[in-house]
């Protein structure tokens, strides 16, 4: 009998595993992005074009697997509705931002600045759903921004050369991308993963063409170089992190996705200095150490209460 205990908790620690590595491969899968961005940048492509090509191929491809699950299940309901498409422009809009900020700063403060998201988040859900803060969240805010302010090489005068507009549009990003987070956890909950992330998907192209209309109509990057940098992107951007996340969370639970969704930072970084060759100090690498251990701390407190207020309940 205990043996089988045994194996029963062996088996059980790897499945957790297994789906622990699962969701980590998607949030480094967004990680890699956008140093190959940079290099599209390089070959003559632009922002919009590059994020509008992410966000068509990404949307056929989900629309892809929303007709197959149809097929396969003899049904051919979608529950989707508008609010989603809508919502899926502040993704767009954000994506658009951030890819053209990395034109004029380095992708590592690009992503740095982006990940102000987890304190710009909070604030948000503070001033629109009145949800009260915690002095763990004020705390664990106050040691991200000095944690950015490290992370971001802010610190060292003679390096400040960095463009205000490039800054303008990372944190922008930023905001619409808190914009995103809010309307993803409180719209179409019901609505099946793929056919929720092909309807904000399609949103998303929607605002991009919109914003870029001119510029992408009469493009003449309209090629197979675009389609080849649209569809790497599309991949590794839009079809497998969802679906790493959408089969991992669920097993592992919100407050350790939360932590391995911070692998997103580093793997920015990591990739900026392989790839592009931006120099990395170690007092950005100090810094970009409190911003993950700030946010790790935070979803630790805040599982281990919640733990709490469950047994407390079941009492």
């Known amino acids: 009998m205990s043996y089988l205990i045994i194996l029963n908790g062996q088996n059980k620690t790897e499945e957790m595993t297994k789906?622990?590595?699962?969701?980590?491969?998607?949030?480094?899968?967004?990680?890699?992005?956008?140093?190959?961005?940079?290099?599209?940048?390089?070959?003559?492509?632009?922002?919009?074009?590059?994020?509008?090509?992410?966000?068509?191929?990404?949307?056929?491809?989900?629309?892809?697997?929303?007709?197959?699950?149809?097929?396969?299940?003899?049904?051919?309901?979608?529950?989707?509705?508008?609010?989603?498409?809508?919502?899926?422009?502040?993704?767009?809009?954000?994506?658009?931002?951030?890819y053209l900020s990395v034109k004029y700063i380095p992708v590592s403060l690009a992503i740095v600045l982006l990940m102000q998201v987890s304190w710009i988040s909070t604030l948000a859900e503070w001033l629109v759903f009145k949800k009260p803060l915690s002095a763990l969240q004020i705390i664990a805010s106050v040691i991200v921004v000095f944690g950015t302010v490290l992370a971001g090489n802010l610190l060292n005068a003679n390096d400040l050369n960095f463009s205000f507009t490039g800054i303008a549009l990372a944190l922008s990003s930023a905001f619409l991308y808190t914009l995103y987070v809010l309307f993803t956890s409180r719209l179409g909950n019901e609505t099946p993963m793929f056919e929720k992330s092909a309807l904000m998907t399609t949103g998303a192209a929607m605002m991009i063409l919109l914003i870029n209309f001119p510029s992408i109509t009469t493009s003449t990057h309209l090629d197979f170089g675009l389609l080849k940098w649209g569809t790497f992107l599309a991949v590794f951007g839009t079809v497998i992190p969802p679906i790493c996340f959408t089969t991992g969370m669920p097993k592992i639970g919100a407050s350790l996705s939360a932590i391995l969704l911070t692998l997103e930072l580093p793997a920015v970084v990591f990739c900026a200095h392989i790839i592009l060759g931006e120099q990395v100090t170690f007092l950005q690498i100090i810094g970009i150490a409190i911003m993950i251990g700030a946010i790790i701390w935070l979803n630790l407190v805040k599982a281990k209460r919640e733990k709490q207020t469950t047994e407390n309940l079941a009492v």
């Open 19 to 98: 789906y622990i590595i699962i969701v980590a491969l998607g949030a480094i899968s967004y990680g890699t992005l956008t140093s190959f961005a940079k290099i599209a940048y390089g070959q003559g492509y632009t922002a919009g074009e590059i994020t509008f090509a992410q966000a068509l191929i990404g949307a056929i491809i989900l629309w892809a697997f929303v007709l197959y699950r149809n097929i396969k299940n003899r049904s051919f309901k979608l529950a989707g509705n508008w609010k989603l498409i809508l919502a899926g422009t502040s993704m767009g809009f954000s994506a658009f931002c951030f």
